[in-house]
């Protein structure tokens, strides 16, 4: 299973790459160019590496909760100890996927305060609102694969006796994907990047970054805390 759900996730830049004009078929021929033009590899490469760094963070906090674990086992001596570290990973994991599909839904499609390219590619015409659109949709079929991956560490979780089946893990661990995701995300976008702001139209668009950077703090810090009664 774990194979499947990786191949998605190899395949897709490449199905992309080789679409061409097959995508946007009800698109005029100058949108389709501007999709595909020379800046589609680069775009794609900036667009996906905050899910690089992500999967970078996950596998090391599985480490940071496999040691705690064991740490605590030690202590314990003969009792066996729920194992909780399936959960909080799983748990993780389905928060930073939610986490992405929130900011998409919210902010890019119901508010419209930004979109996936917006800082470098205004959609101020129909052109470049196709292409942001388009960029978009890719940030959602990864945040996508995201959650179906979560999905899967979750189903797997129910099959393992040993493990702890927390609503302090599963809550905290949701809180503190989506709070991650948000932190990952908004630095790497938002300040290094300058792919988008939060809010483009605005006074002071650094004002709302910062701001949204604060909150995801303490949606972080509260996942943490409930993780911590159980982890």
């Known amino acids: ?37 020379s800046a589609f590899y680069p775009n794609l490469a900036l667009m996906l590496s905050p899910f690089f760094v992500l999967a970078l963070i996950v596998a090391g906090l599985a480490v940071y909760f496999k040691k705690g674990h064991a740490r605590r086992q030690g202590l314990a001596g003969r009792q066996v100890l729920a194992n909780g570290v399936p959960l909080a990973t799983a748990a993780f994991v389905l928060g930073i996927g939610l986490g992405g599909f929130a900011d998409g839904i919210v902010l890019h499609q119901i508010l419209q305060w930004h979109e996936m390219l917006s800082a470098k590619i205004p959609p101020d015409t129909l052109v470049n609102k196709s292409v942001n659109m388009f960029w978009d949709g890719i ?77 995801s703090v303490i949606l972080l810090g509260v996942g943490w805390a409930l993780m911590q009664k159980r982890i």
């Open 1 to 37: 299973m774990k194979k499947l759900m990786l191949k998605p996730s190899i395949c897709l830049p490449a199905l992309l790459a080789t679409t061409g004009t097959k995508a946007c078929i009800t698109c005029n021929r100058q949108v389709q160019q501007a999709i595909f033009d």
């Open 139 to 215: 940030f959602h079929a990864f945040c996508l694969l995201v959650v179906l991956t979560g999905m899967v560490m979750l189903w797997r979780v129910g099959k393992r006796p040993d493990a702890d089946r927390s609503g302090y893990l599963l809550a905290g661990g949701l809180l503190g994907g989506w709070g991650v995701f948000n932190i990952v995300e908004g630095i790497l976008d938002h300040q290094v990047l300058k792919l988008h702001n939060v809010r483009e139209v605005s006074s002071s668009p650094e004002a709302w970054n910062f701001g949204f950077l604060g909150f």
